[in-house]
């Protein structure tokens, strides 16, 4: 079986020069938490990767947002599935890998510091984020994509220190879930449920994915036939066509405030082949990602 590092259709990824980590973690800042290594690899067939006590010299993150892979430590194998995020220790051999037939879409960082370990503990096990009416999953995506953004802009003092703050809040939505989830609750008791906006949520929650009518509609407690006759009646589209539209907005918003190529826009954004891609695009927004790409707004 091949096994490949990297070199993934839309993958995205940054290694910070040595030279700059170094000088970057004795400042104040740096001391306490930095970063090496961050990116994005979609759909990662026969991704795998072992490292030694010596060349694990950071903490990693994964965060498998579609997929299933493992990962191995201590000699114990654990596998890892789609909404999971687990953190390999510093300093212990390890390696994982991507599910051959269901290959992972995971979002990395590796990073040190002397709070790392603080944030690492309680992760050695993969812990399930399912997409709820209070998941916040995609502000936590954008949030992974500030520091990214932030990172290929240049190392200079602020891109580094703004990045590694905004890490700790990365981290901090992790290691206090419960805290991160309660900030979207401050009104919705005082809301009643409306079936409609909990399954734009739960798009919302899940747009970098490909997700069927039937987990849709299981998600607010309805049949497919019944769901979407409901939601086509209040919307005008169908749930599907909603959710492809929610797609192309995120596609929008990457091809007007990134450089992301075309793509690894369309990885991001759940689909697999970029022609198909740029003729949903193409079909929705009446031009294509490039041309779109290059329109004056505002």
């Known amino acids: 079986m091949a096994r490949i590092k990297s070199g993934f259709t839309g993958e995205r990824a940054i290694v910070l020069p040595t030279p700059i980590v ?5 400042t104040d800042l740096g001391s306490l938490l930095y970063i090496t290594d961050i990116g994005f690899y979609p759909k990662a067939s ?16 994964m965060y498998c947002v579609e997929g299933e892979g493992w990962f191995e430590t201590n000699n114990q194998i654990q596998k890892v599935l789609a909404n999971q995020v687990f953190i390999l220790p510093k300093a212990e051999t390890h390696s994982y890998g991507s599910k051959s037939k269901k290959p992972w ?25 399912l997409p709820k009416k209070d998941s916040r999953i995609e502000d936590r995506f954008k949030l992974f994509e500030e520091i990214f953004s932030t990172l290929k802009k240049g190392y200079s003092k ?7 703050t905004s890490l700790f809040y990365f981290l901090g939505s992790l290691k206090y879930v419960g805290a991160f989830h309660a ?9 009643q449920s409306d079936i409609v906006e909990d399954a734009i949520h739960f798009m919302r929650e899940n747009v970098r994915k490909r997700i069927a009518l039937k987990e849709i ?9 019944y769901f979407s006759g409901l939601f086509q009646r209040k919307t005008g589209y169908s749930p599907l066509n909603y959710f492809i539209h929610l797609k192309i907005q995120e596609a929008c918003h990457q091809l007007d405030f990134s450089d992301m190529k075309i793509n690894q826009i369309s990885m991001l954004v759940g689909f697999d082949d ?15 990602p490039s041309e ?7």
């Not at 602020?158 to 590694?164: A, E, R």
């Not at 900030?183 to 809301?191: F, H, S, T, Y």
């Not at 970029?274 to 294509?288: A, H």
């Not at 779109?292 to 505002?298: A, I, P």
């Open 217 to 225: 509609a299981h998600y607010v407690g309805f049949s497919p036939s």
């Open 292 to 298: 779109y790409r290059k329109k004056k707004k505002g």
């Open 274 to 288: 970029p022609l198909y891609f740029s003729r949903i695009f193409t079909k929705t927004m009446g031009s294509s």
């Open 46 to 61: 026969f991704h795998f990767r072992k490292r030694t006590k010596e060349e694990a010299s950071q903490y990693i993150l």
């Open 22 to 26: 170094d000088e970057y973690k004795n």
């Open 183 to 191: 900030c979207n609750n401050l009104n919705q008791n005082l809301q």
């Open 105 to 129: 879409t995971i979002y990395w960082i590796h990073f040190d510091g002397e709070k790392a370990g603080f944030f690492a503990e309680g992760f050695d096990k993969p812990l399930l984020i």
């Open 158 to 164: 602020n891109n580094l220190d703004f990045s590694v």
